[in-house]
């Protein structure tokens, strides 16, 4: 637990002052009383019951004071609170190494039927979208509550050739921020596309984005990235660039990288081609956006993987500010130590 003004603990101090206090008034009360009356003929009538009774009230108070003094100071500690992510968008890499059987009974499967659980687990609330990626990438499901829609689009993957892990980003980007300006043709072929090409046609002027703000890594709450690959990047933009973009408007890019650390070989074309996951790059790309990396090595692993990615979007620690929870508990002291006193003594105080 920390504080946001810890100087005012001092004001605790007030506290074993008023003890103190209370003791003294009592001692000096007996005293006078010994003067006008037998004090033991009193304790008799009242009972050893009544004399603890009479104590209660002002120790509830103190604790009351206790307590409303600490929530001045303002404290602060690390609590699970439900998270505002409403929007998840899963970029998976379709890539053909993802026919590779090092994980049974294929990396495809395996990932497919992972997917499926998660987005199934997840509540009813929260839109996921779907973007597919191996030599650029697409959106295979607009965000959507619809699970019968998402698994559907699972169901669909094709494997292509080529692993383009920044287009997998750029294009859940735009998924995610559609009205941002994203230009998408010239950040996934660049402008090299059209050379050698007669002139495009013409288009009519879309209107100016919004001027682009950046904000702090990891603090847009609303949504995240997930970020499956079995495979490094052979194509298209480069993955840091694409995750400094998410980056500057707050998305965290979670990244899973799916196979065996020694790597795989698959079939392709009839030629068997050696396939590995770039680890550090998934882990940079996870540090960059303030996320975090998870190594998935087997179909098992993936479950596990997206059961803990389940939690930390439903639910996630956060530095909170108790002092709430401190004034409540003060007036509820202090209004049990009233009614205390009102009932046994017929008086406040």
Sequence with gaps: MTFVWPQLLWLLLAVPALAG????????????????????????????GQRIRR????????????????????PTAVVTLPTDHRTIVMAMDVSLSMRATDIDPSRIVAAQAAAKAFVQ?????????????????SVA?????????LVAAIDRFELQRHTA?????????????????????????????????AAPIEKSPKPEPKPFKPVAPGSYSSAAIILLTDGRRTTGPDPMDAARMAAERGVRV??????????????????????RFDEESLKQIAELTKAEYFHAASAADLKKVYAS?????????????????????AAALATLAAALSLLWFNRIG
């Design 55 to 74: 104590h209660i009230p002002p120790a509830l108070f103190l604790v009351a004071l206790a307590a409303i003094l600490f929530g001045l100071a303002r």
């Design 141 to 149: 499901q607009a965000p959507t509550r619809n699970r019968d829609d």
């Design 309 to 329: 990615l389940n939690t930390k979007l439903v639910l996630e620690k956060q530095a909170t500010e108790i002092t709430a929870l401190f004034t409540a508990a």
């Design 254 to 275: 979670y990244t899973v990288g799916f196979g065996t650390a020694q790597g795989a070989s698959a079939e392709i074309d009839g030629y068997s081609i050696y396939m």
């Design 121 to 137: 687990d997840l509540p009813s609330d929260v839109r996921i979208g779907i973007v597919s990626f191996a030599g650029t990438a």
């Design 21 to 48: 206090l209370y003791v003294w008034l009592l001692r000096r009360k007996k005293k006078f009383a010994v003067r006008y009356a037998n004090i033991g003929l009193v304790h008799e009538a009242m009972g050893r």
């Design 165 to 197: 892990i920044g287009s997998g980003i750029i294009v859940a980007l735009a998924t995610l921020f559609p009205d941002d300006g994203i230009d998408l043709e010239s950040m996934l072929f660049g402008k090299s596309r059209q050379n050698g090409r």
